[in-house]
């Protein structure tokens, strides 16, 4: 059974920093990526970053390049978020995903994570 298990969601000030962590155990075989995605109180789930396990290739939201980077240790079966100058508008809950490919579209992610909450304010 998949299951994915994020944390380091919080309050932060505007300008400031957190690393979200998703820990996946039971890691199907046909995972080849890893995404985070966000969702705002009344707006839809938004892509946010995605890496694959493999490479190692990344993708970011152009919303959050240059601010946010995401990794991944596949020993841990762990992948990470570091946001950085957080803005009030990043304020959400992130969910993380494991996917059958390199995907920007949460259709092709077939597990997902309870979710973390993050406030940023101003």
């Known amino acids: 059974q998949v299951q994915l298990v994020e944390s380091g969601g919080g309050l932060v000030q505007a300008g400031g920093s957190l690393r979200l962590s998703c820990a996946a155990s039971g890691r199907p075989s046909s995972s080849y990526a890893m995404g985070w995605f966000r969702q705002a109180p009344g707006k839809e789930r938004e892509f946010v970053a995605v890496i694959t396990w493999s490479s190692g290739t990344t993708g970011y939201a152009d919303s959050v390049k240059g601010r946010f980077t995401i990794s991944r240790d596949n020993a841990k079966n762990t992948v990470y978020l570091q946001m950085n100058s957080l803005k009030p508008e990043d304020t959400a809950v992130y969910y993380c995903?494991?996917?059958?490919?390199?995907?920007?579209?949460?259709?092709?992610?077939?597990?997902w994570g309870q979710g973390t909450q993050v406030t940023v304010s101003s």
């Open positions: 995903a494991t996917g059958s490919r390199f995907s920007t579209t949460s259709g092709w992610y077939n597990y």
